[in-house]
């Protein structure tokens, strides 16, 4: 398999025949489809998005930002980044988290390198410090704009990631870490599957989970990183989220999930399911991806077989680990 950036295509900008474009846009719409699940366009439906339409011809926002721009809990509040697509749905969410009354905030996922957006997280921010910043996992829709941010924050400011390549500073993120500024306490969960350096904070105050790309507001995600990691990191937030009764997941794209415990049922036996599939087509005789795919996804357009082939992919390797 190849090295894969998931969650932020670049829009292409290079001008090609109408005829080209609009083929493009119904295979984005069908994958879409394929790997978010019809929820997921109803979604941008009701909020607006035509899918058909390239962002970049747009106003650069989507109609419905309302419902994801400034939700949140009592501690945290959504700056929606101006960067809808097909893998990062509305936008990113940036996450601007603080204590009632306190003058230190923490921001995590600056997002995109945008001014606009950077300056709108500034404002959200208003005339509190910016105590931290601090990034859910690598991917630059999450992740670009953090160090320049922190510039704009102020000179005291750092950014914390499990990556090194993704720290300014020299402080990192690792299981068990305890994040505070201004009063506010977040837990460092190591959570990797959609990326190797993925974590999870765990704001107990809010009974909240900043999930990152792990866990998003509607959908299913992709996978950059391995199976068998995903699976246990799902078992393990489906874990918290019965212990600690937790009331809401505060995801990387997409609304915030009310309802934790079904919504990572759903996403643990959507994985199972797949997963069955394909173990059931390697017991008839399949021995490749593509020969994988040629059965399960027989119903699926052949342009999408390429994309079907990767996370087919992982799963055989996730099978062929556990022997
Ligand atoms: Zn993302």
Redesign the pocket.
């Given at each position: 398999m190849g090295r894969r950036t998931w969650?932020?295509p670049r829009t292409p900008r290079t001008t090609t025949r109408r005829g080209d474009a609009v083929r493009r846009d119904h295979l984005k719409y069908a994958l879409l489809r394929r790997v978010a699940g019809s929820s997921a366009l109803r979604h941008l439906e009701r909020v607006g998005w035509n899918p058909l339409r390239h962002p970049d011809h747009g106003s650069g926002r989507m109609g419905g930002m309302s419902e994801i721009d400034g939700m949140g809990t009592e501690r945290a509040t959504c700056v929606l980044a101006p960067n809808p697509s097909m893998m990062?749905l509305d936008g990113?969410n940036t996450w601007v988290i603080g204590e009632p009354g306190a003058g230190e905030v923490a921001v995590v996922d600056p997002g995109p390198k945008d001014p606009r957006h950077l300056e709108r997280i500034l404002a959200r921010v208003g005339d509190r410090r910016v105590g931290v910043v601090l990034l859910t996992h690598r991917?630059p829709?999450?992740s670009e704009g953090a160090a320049k941010f922190a510039r704009m924050a102020g000179d005291h400011v750092k950014v914390r990631a499990l990556d090194p390549a993704h720290r300014l500073g020299d402080e990192g993120l690792a299981e068990g870490d305890v994040v505070t500024t201004g009063g506010l306490e977040l837990r460092v969960l190591e959570i990797p599957g959609h990326t190797d350096d993925s974590v999870a904070f765990w704001l107990p105050a809010d009974r909240a989970v900043f999930t990152g790309?792990t866990v998003l507001g509607y959908g299913t995600t992709v996978l950059d990183g391995r199976l068998g990691d995903y699976l246990t990191t799902l078992d393990r937030l489906r874990a918290l989220a019965g212990e600690e009764d937790v009331a809401t997941l505060l995801p990387?794209?997409g609304p915030k999930i009310d309802d934790p415990a079904g919504v990572l049922d759903t996403y643990i036996a959507h994985r199972r399911e797949r997963l069955a599939q394909v173990e059931e087509a390697v017991r008839n005789g399949a021995r490749t991806a593509r020969e994988v795919v040629e059965t399960v996804y027989a119903d699926v357009d052949r342009k999408l077989w390429p994309a079907a082939e990767w996370s087919v992919q992982a799963q055989l390797d996730y099978l062929a680990e556990r022997g």
């Open positions: 969650c932020c990062t990113t991917h829709d999450h790309d990387g794209h």
